[in-house]
Structures are given as structure tokens and as C-alpha cells.
């Protein structure tokens, strides 16, 4: 049987705290990173988030459009109640793929 290719511009990350000021920066610079290294299609996994404030949610704009000018796409995955009903209060969640706890 033949061993499925994992796409190289496929990524999943996991931040796995809170998406706030104090840390915005260096994720910011993660997903730059990220892009730069030729990924087109990034998927990050909200679990075990349970804030995302304005600096962290532009964070995720940021990347959304870096993305966007690198023909790639942002899914937002794993996300709690709180923070989904937050992104489509924002309206956010018509820049980027948001996708409830399942």
C-alpha cells in the first residue's frame, strides 16, 4: 500500500493558551514564518483557548491576509462558544473559516 504525501503547504498549530497581547507578538511571528516557508493552507487549532482579545484577533487578521496574498486560506478550528459567538458578532468569520468545538 502506498504511504499518503503529507502536503508541505498544509500546517496546523495549536497555540495553546490564550491569543492575547502579552504573546501576540511572537505568535505574529510564527504565522509570518509560517507563510514565508511557503505555507498556503493554515489551520489553527483553538483547544484550550479560552481568550482571544483585539491585539490577538488582529494577530489572526494579519494572517488571514497574508495568507489571502499568498492564495492561501486561514481556518480557525476548535473554537469555544464564547469566542464563536464573538467572531460572528466581529463578523469575522466571513474573512476566515471558523469552525466550532465539534
Known amino acids: 500500500m502506498a504511504k499518503k504525501k503529507k502536503k508541505v ?4 498549530i495549536k497555540p495553546g493558551n490564550d491569543i492575547v497581547a502579552s504573546m501576540a ?3 505574529r511571528k510564527k504565522l509570518l514564518k509560517l507563510v ?5 493552507n493554515l ?9 482571544v482579545d483585539s491585539v490577538g ?8 491576509n ?3 496574498n499568498a492564495e492561501g486560506k486561514l ?13 460572528r458578532t466581529l463578523r469575522v468569520d466571513q474573512y476566515f473559516e471558523v ?3 465539534e
Open 9 to 12: 503547504d498544509q500546517k496546523t
Open 25 to 27: 507578538e511572537d505568535f
Open 36 to 40: 514565508e516557508k511557503g505555507i498556503k
Open 43 to 51: 489551520s489553527i487549532d483553538l483547544a484550550g483557548v479560552e481568550i
Open 57 to 64: 484577533l488582529g494577530v489572526l487578521i494579519a494572517a488571514n
Open 66 to 68: 497574508s495568507l489571502k
Open 75 to 87: 481556518t480557525i478550528s476548535n473554537v469555544s462558544e464564547d469566542i464563536y459567538k464573538l467572531f
Open 99 to 101: 469552525k466550532p468545538v
